[in-house]
């Protein structure tokens, strides 16, 4: 069985300058940035009101509705990812779910120190942004979690993010070497891409300053761009088959 060998190639194939592939890349690149930032315009119209109520509740509180509600079950499971260089490594999560007034039940992941406080029949109180819930109290502990025109934003910002790395292929590169190293190209350029867009819409929600149970987002932000970086830079020179 013949194994196969990668190295740095010293003459990648390049497309032609005027290659029809190329030309496509771009438009598709451009089609996806353009579509996806037009897509962004009413989440971060939303986001950027969100943030003038979270001002509110910091300045003088009371700024969101509240409901009574009481937690029902909690469950914590771990969940096996691996990094760019194939290692894997276990991830915690901790999930509580509530009764709503209506009836109706949902569940978030929430922190170890919260979930170690939430109790099955524990009364807690919800904040409301339109209808979302925004933030869980519970045993003087207060949980934030992004609201829907957050999660919005979050896609179309990666959308675009997507188009953009595509349209810089077909502008600066424009060298192809092999499949399987286009998709990891892809990869680390997303999970860059995860932490910058994630970083953004947090900081555009919530302010530099983090909310309680928020900050291991900015820690965990910086751990995917690093690795995202680093995996990056390593995949910039096209390889060729030995």
Known sequence: MRVRRWRRSSEPR????????RWAAIAAGLGVLVGALAGAAD?????????????????????FA??????????SYVEMQTDPEGNA?????????????????????VSD????KARPGQPVTL???????????????????????GLHLTGWLLAAHFGLGVLL?????????????FVLRAF?????????VGTAVEVLSYGPRSEGGRGWMFVFYGVLFTAGAVFTCGLLKPLEDD
């Open 14 to 21: 390049r497309l032609r300058r005027f290659s029809p592939w």
């Open 43 to 63: 989440p971060y119209r939303q986001i950027r009101q969100f943030r003038e109520v979270m001002e509110c509740e910091r300045g003088v509180g009371g700024c």
């Open 66 to 75: 509240t409901e009574r509600s009481s937690i029902v079950d909690r469950r």
């Open 89 to 109: 490594y276990p991830v915690p999560h901790f999930e509580v779910t509530w009764r709503r007034a209506d009836g109706s039940r949902e569940s978030r992941e």
């Open 113 to 116: 120190g919260l979930y170690r």
């Open 127 to 149: 904040r409301l942004w339109r209808g979302d819930v925004v933030a869980l109290e519970a045993a003087g502990t207060t949980e934030w979690f992004l609201p829907s025109p």
């Open 169 to 181: 292929w077909g502008l600066l590169m424009g060298w192809w070497d092999a499949f399987v190293f």
């Open 188 to 196: 680390s350029w997303m999970l860059t891409g995860l932490a910058l």
